[in-house]
């Protein structure tokens, strides 16, 4: 399991701008723990610059765990700096080899200011990233042993932003044939689906247009590809700066995109939504399980505002869903209250029987690392289930994304 923890930010941030008090024993960290089992377990922590300002899509791994790749939506705090406008942005995805104590950089490459996310093709030799980047937006890197080739970027020729959020894109996925990706277009309330173009050599030569855009709901800030290719879900936060504070709508709703088959073309590719379903408050992070069966989300709720403010929550949540392949609707099972603070990152472990759960921080907590990650269990028998386990892994404060090998 791989855990970005970004120490700058306060839970508050978004409501108030400031940053949180200087650590002095902690840096931005990459945690690496090797066996979900507590009794075996090690893990190992390495610095690199990182950021919650974004969606928990910062971080993936190369197929055989050598690797970790990382981007950097904001730089770290410069000496001084107590404010989020005070952040310089960054346009770096940096490389780890993953070698125990003797972790490193290899490499680094630049691709376009603040990386939203960064998702790894099924090859393992592209990496894809959406960016912040006026009129090249997308950036496809190619990767091998860890060092990066030329980067390739392309506008997506979108509209002028609408004025309605601040944001044109914030999530690239490549769906599991390794043929497309989809890119959530927050602004818009869209997502755009594309055909990755690659020559004989392997480089990139261009991108087009798989089928039609797709409307969700409002603000679809992340999304997943069921495992078995042939559905999309995204989750519509409802933010706006129509809404109290931009954050102040309290539920979301998750839209399931049912998709063209794969290498249909013209009238053929044709994408549909068969359902959408209420989804939870401040749904931020979603994640499939191995077999397609199960959605899970994690809620922020109210848990990043403010003393005082009348949206504040003591407590978190994740739903859990039951996606229907053939009709594509989400069944829901419930909602289960979560003790930390703005939860972000979710992956299940291989056998799809544990789920691992990123916690920024708790409250009134006094232990060294703030951050942890939580595992729960699911039951399938009879109606499905999440279960708490008395298992933390306990790790810098600011947990926000996780990848599982």
Known sequence: MFVLSDIDMAPTVYETGELGPPDLDHRDTLSVVTSPAEKSRS????????????????????LGGQFAFVAETLRQRPEGATRLDELQQGDTIRSLRLDGGRSAVVDSVRIGIQPQAIHLNPAGDLIVAITSDADRELSFVPVREGRFGPVSSFGLDLEPSTGF????????????????????????????FYEVLRAQNGAISGIRPWGNRVQTNKFPFVGRFSPDGRHYITSDVQWGI??????????????????????????????????IALGGWGAETIAFSPDGRFLVTSNLRGTGKPDGSRDRTEHASLSLYQLDAETGRLIPHGEWPLAGVLPQGLAFDRMGQKLFVGVNRYRNDETPLGGAVEIWGITTEGRPALAPTSDRIRLPAGVHTIVAR
């Open 242 to 275: 129509d809404t109290v504070g931009f954050y102040g709508v309290q539920e979301g709703v998750l839209t399931t995109v049912r998709l063209a088959d794969v290498g249909a073309t013209g009238d053929a590719a044709r994408h549909t939504v068969p359902h």
């Open 165 to 192: 959020i601040p944001l044109k894109a914030t999530w690239v996925q490549w769906h599991p044939s390794g043929r497309y990706i989809a890119v959530n277009l927050v602004d818009r309330g869209q997502v755009a």
């Open 43 to 62: 893990i190992a922590m390495i610095e690199v610059s990182n950021s919650t300002y974004g969606p928990p899509g910062a971080l993936d791994i190369s």
